[in-house]
């Protein structure tokens, strides 16, 4: 499990760094429909996205996606755990995560607020490492 993993939340730090921290986004009452759920190919059809497969394990399954809204990482997983485990370690990186049951996206503010629309889930942001640069 250690080596998809660490695959993984590399590709996290990939997206992190091209997207940015990115500014505080709005958090306005918008519609959210019901969350989403299927497998990597399913959830990518439904953004609009052609998944470029990079980890393709029993546990976890990751690709790189860009749609109409940006570059983004679109991962699911086979436990609730190991979904859990990934994230909090993912989230040491920055960046915005959109989770939904056994998957979650990963990208920029506004890429993961554009997907939410279409996938619902609920938003969580990572480590701010630039709060106290001046």
Not at 2 to 18: F, I, N
Not at 51 to 61: F, L, V
């Amino acid at each position: 499990m250690t080596r998809p993993m660490l695959a993984v939340t590399g590709a996290v730090a990939a997206v992190v760094a091209l997207g940015g921290c990115g500014s505080g986004g709005r958090s306005g009452s918008e519609k959210v429909p019901a969350t989403a759920t299927g497998s990597l190919e399913s959830l990518a059809a439904e953004v609009k996205c052609k998944p470029n497969i990079q980890t393709d394990a029993d546990e976890i399954r990751q690709a790189i996606c860009r749609n109409g809204d940006g570059k983004f990482i679109l991962a699911t997983f086979a436990t609730d755990r190991g979904q859990r485990e990934w994230i909090n370690d993912a989230k040491d990186y920055g960046g915005y995560y959109l989770v939904g049951r056994k998957w979650v996206a990963v990208g920029d503010d506004g890429v993961v607020k554009a997907l939410r629309g279409t996938l619902g889930g609920d938003l969580e942001i990572g480590t701010d490492h630039h709060a106290h640069s001046g």
